[in-house]
């Protein structure tokens, strides 16, 4: 019997070979290159995530105070008592300078702006609007209580102007439009007073983006300059308000 003979295959010594150090370091420095992206891309979304709910929440704080006042100013003077003549009542205040106005409005209601009763003062709400410049916020003092209440978060400043129509006749068919816009530390005779006109100045809750020059923003007749070195957004909204109720 023949021995069996054996036959050796003898492979090519490259493929024994492993990843060179440069191979490695390639592989490393791509995979590397892959990740910064993903990572960026996900700092960006998750920045402009988060740039567009703070812009929301400003626009929805804005759409509160506004309403919030709509519907006091459109009801001030309701069925008020015969001899007032005061369609908005009197402590409409100036703040001056570059301070918040204040406003003040009565009609006739069981509550007052806070939902507080108001029957022990035969009816008659009287609702005062200011900005508390210390917390940002929109506040209503009614006078069912003493202590005043927010209404809408992230307002800076208010400024307002009244519509007067200085030939208003109270028993004309028709309410006439503004002839003027006044500051209300000018306004001598509520009687004429058929507008009222608000500019809110309001900012994000919280810092978002580095703001590099700021410019003055104009609240009607009044410009506030921001601080330079803040990086919250600020925006001004404006309404007029006509009043509906003629004096009685």
Excluded: W
């Amino acid at each position: 019997m023949k021995p069996v003979s054996t036959i050796s295959i003898h492979l090519p010594s490259k493929y024994h070979q492993g990843f060179t150090l440069v191979e490695i370091m390639v592989a490393f420095t791509l995979s590397l290159i892959l990740i910064a992206g993903v990572v960026q891309i996900y700092i960006s979304s998750k920045e402009s995530f988060r740039v567009q709910n703070e812009l929301a929440r400003l626009q929805e704080n804005q759409r509160m105070a506004i309403e919030f006042l709509q519907n006091d100013i459109r009801r001030a003077g309701f069925n008020l008592p015969n001899g007032t003549r005061k369609i908005v009542e009197a402590n409409t205040l100036d703040g001056g300078g570059t301070a918040s106005d204040q406003i003040e409005i009565t009609y006739q209601s069981n509550t007052d702006c806070l939902g507080q009763d108001v029957t022990g003062n035969n009816s008659i709400a009287v609702n005062r609007y200011f900005v508390n410049e210390d917390t940002d916020q929109l506040m209503c003092l009614g006078n069912g209580g003493a202590v005043a209440q927010p209404v809408a978060d992230g307002i800076e400043s208010m400024q307002i102007l009244l519509g007067e129509n200085v030939n208003f006749v109270n028993d004309s068919p028709q309410l006439p439009s503004a002839d003027q816009y006044v500051n209300i530390s000018q306004n001598t005779n509520t009687n004429r007073v058929v507008s009222v006109r608000i500019a809110l100045l309001s900012r994000t809750a919280n810092p978002i983006k580095k703001q590099e020059a700021q410019p003055k923003l104009t609240l009607l007749d009044t410009e506030i300059q921001p601080e330079a070195a803040d990086r919250f957004k600020r925006q001004v909204v404006t309404t007029t308000i006509p009043l509906r109720n003629r004096t009685i």
